[in-house]
């Protein structure tokens, strides 16, 4: 992320057996790779597994694809990991097989596995983060599209209207004397049910209408799921006031999806990477 990294280890059932957040030391490249190595050492030492014996490693990373291979268009705080082969970069300097999706996208993955997925087969994700976006679940599986970017619910938005991410809600806090450096700083202090959030959730209704009346209207989907690095007592509250355009007719509307929170909340994304490998290895439809 633009100020965090998130490390799950799995073992071949599916268990969870690291789960560790910690704040990113630095957005260059190197230097990020460098604590990513060591995070990795650390967490297979502290519960003695042998390295040899890893099938890869799964990278979830802010931004969409351009359409060549593993190449992101992040936002600004990451120019550094910008239109580069991040797979053959990252396995290079980490020693193992690398598999890089968008964080959203890996975000979705985790869901269907130990969330929103143990109920039911269609969902939309919605992802947010520094920035927004999120990823579609059909019959199990998530939907890439042609250049891999499908579910970036963000571009549904006309330019001007508000951005619902969390970094335009930090700069919200900022100005009305909450004064956080960061996401991570902002995530670990601020209090979800703060009534100053109820103007920002207000200023950005008609974005959240927008994205889940098109949602509804679209794709047609059980749930839609609010995640990502979204707190759970917040996402309640967006859950609460989204309005769907959904206009009656002989005295009933469009049956519509239920929204609500993440089970699994932030641990989705690392989840989700962490599975690359494992469906890469174990599922054809993704060995090409």
């Known amino acids: 992320m633009t100020d965090a990294v998130s490390l799950v280890v799995l073992d071949l059932a599916g268990a969870i057996r690291v789960n560790r957040v910690t704040r990113l030391a630095s957005v260059d490249f190197e230097q990020s790779c460098e604590q990513l190595a060591q995070l990795i050492d650390a967490a297979i030492l502290s519960i003695g597994l042998n390295p040899k014996l890893r099938i890869g490693l799964g990278v979830g990373v802010t931004g969409d694809f351009i359409g060549e291979g593993a190449r992101l268009n992040p936002p600004n705080q990451l120019d550094s990991w910008a239109l580069r082969p991040l797979d053959t970069m990252l396995a290079a300097r980490l020693g193992s097989p690398v598999w890089v999706d968008n964080d959203g996208n890996v975000a979705a993955v985790g869901e269907a596995m130990l969330g929103a997925g143990r109920v039911t087969q269609d969902f939309a994700y919605l992802y947010f983060a520094a920035g927004f976006g999120g990823r579609v679940i059909a019959n199990g599986a998530p939907v890439r599209g042609r250049h891999g970017n499908a579910g970036e619910f963000a571009s549904i938005l006309p330019e001007g209207w508000p951005q619902p991410n969390l970094e335009n809600l930090r700069l919200y806090l900022v100005e009305h004397g909450q004064p956080y450096d960061d996401l991570y700083a902002m995530l670990a202090g601020v209090d979800p049910a703060d009534p100053v959030i109820d103007n920002w959730l207000d200023r950005c209704a008609p974005s959240f209408n927008l994205i889940a009346s098109a949602i509804s209207a679209t794709l047609d ?49 690392a989840i989700g990477a962490a599975m690359l490998p494992m469906r890469a290895a174990f599922f054809t439809e993704l060995r090409d």
């Open 221 to 269: 989907p059980e749930l839609v799921v609010l995640g990502g690095r979204m707190p759970p007592v917040l996402a309640e509250r967006i859950a609460r006031r989204i309005c769907f355009t959904n206009p009656e007719r002989r005295g009933h509307h469009r049956p519509a999806p239920k929204i609500l929170a993440s089970s699994i909340g932030s641990e989705a994304a």
